[in-house]
């Protein structure tokens, strides 16, 4: 154990996902050494995402302002919306540069071992979108995982009443990857999903 | 790329030790979804630790008043020095309960490649208490890796003149290890520190 500062913080740190005592030892002691303004950065930039950041009123991303920089963008096309778990998953279609549509993030997925239902997701947020705005076509991008799948296929059930087009993303085999290596649930979707080259 | 803020939370969490972009993203995630309190305390625990903890004038090991715990503690054996790279390495060897006497921190370990030589370390610091203080060992306990050895060495030759007895500690086979797991440094060194069983 270390003198009570030096303790405090390491607990603190080991409370972060993904930080085991080892880990948050590391790093108790590199902001011990480190240089006095990088730390005050480091807080300062904690408290200003605290205070400062919250999550859009439509969509759910995270936002600096009542609605987040996609909402606001009017070249966005309204009248698709993209569905992910995370804000996380937003910036990772982003970087694709395919989808030039609105999102919708649920913040997570069904998981009723951890007592994540429906209704714990923004999925109330969706429908009322859904009345208001301009909707052609919802796209489903949950993670290709237990979770992921089950709360598309909630989904999938529930907009269907209402008649809007839904797609999910295609699964398949990851571009550069090894077909010998794939596991065989993504090779039977890849046979599944099996376009016609001719 | 994210709104302002929650980006520069990621950019300041990456550059911590062993941080990548993909943790830090998880991480300033974490904080941005976290309880306001908890975070609260996080920030205090690091500006507390950069305001109040400092280093032992004695000994060099991290201290929230002038010396350490252990340096103030008169149960402490004073005439023996145990020798460590960093804070951490008194508090694995604390953890054993097999040494009461004094430490050292070097603050690191002679390393040419990455600028540290022994001007870098806190060697002249130890001669000094070699002058002052009533010391009848003195323990070398730095890593037994390549800049560990290398500062032992400097160590010995150097504390050879004083006339101190210089130990180091035994290097071998780790407990509960494999022998035929074991790498052949660490088996040839087993064999070099065999002890007589008869």
Redesign the interface.
Same mark, same amino acid.
């Given at each position: 154990?270390? &003198?009570?500062? $030096?303790q &405090? =913080?390491i *607990?603190?740190?080991g409370? =972060?996902?993904?930080?085991g005592p080892k !880990?948050a030892? %590391? =790093?108790?002691?590199? @902001?011990?050494e480190a240089d006095?303004d *990088?730390?005050k %950065? =480091? $807080?300062n930039? @904690?408290?200003?995402?605290?205070e %400062?950041?919250k999550f859009c009123a439509i969509c759910g991303n995270?936002? &600096?302002q009542e609605t987040?920089?996609i909402c606001r963008d009017t070249r966005r096309d309204p009248s698709m919306i993209c569905v992910v778990e &995370? !804000?996380?998953d937003v @910036?990772a279609v982003e970087r694709t540069r395919s989808f030039r549509g609105r999102y919708h993030v649920l913040g997570g997925a069904i998981n009723p071992i951890a007592g994540v239902g429906p209704d714990q997701l923004r999925i109330r947020e969706l429908l009322n979108r859904l009345t208001d705005e301009q909707i052609k076509e919802i796209i489903i991008a949950t993670d290709p995982n237990l979770e992921g799948e089950a709360t598309a296929t909630y989904l999938v059930r529930m907009l269907k009443t209402i008649g809007i087009p839904v797609t999910r993303l295609a699964s398949g085999l990851p571009v550069g990857g090894d077909l010998e290596y794939a596991d065989e649930v993504t090779l039977g979707r890849a046979f599944e999903g099996r376009r016609s080259m001719s």
């Amino acid at each position: 154990m270390y &003198e009570g500062a $030096v303790q &405090e =913080l390491i *607990d603190e740190l080991g409370r =972060l996902p993904g930080v085991g005592p080892k !880990s948050a030892q %590391r =790093l108790a002691f590199h @902001i011990l050494e480190a240089d006095g303004d *990088d730390m005050k %950065r =480091l $807080v300062n930039a @904690i408290t200003t995402v605290k205070e %400062r950041v919250k999550f859009c009123a439509i969509c759910g991303n995270v936002a &600096e302002q009542e609605t987040c920089g996609i909402c606001r963008d009017t070249r966005r096309d309204p009248s698709m919306i993209c569905v992910v778990e &995370e !804000s996380k998953d937003v @910036i990772a279609v982003e970087r694709t540069r395919s989808f030039r549509g609105r999102y919708h993030v649920l913040g997570g997925a069904i998981n009723p071992i951890a007592g994540v239902g429906p209704d714990q997701l923004r999925i109330r947020e969706l429908l009322n979108r859904l009345t208001d705005e301009q909707i052609k076509e919802i796209i489903i991008a949950t993670d290709p995982n237990l979770e992921g799948e089950a709360t598309a296929t909630y989904l999938v059930r529930m907009l269907k009443t209402i008649g809007i087009p839904v797609t999910r993303l295609a699964s398949g085999l990851p571009v550069g990857g090894d077909l010998e290596y794939a596991d065989e649930v993504t090779l039977g979707r890849a046979f599944e999903g099996r376009r016609s080259m001719s």
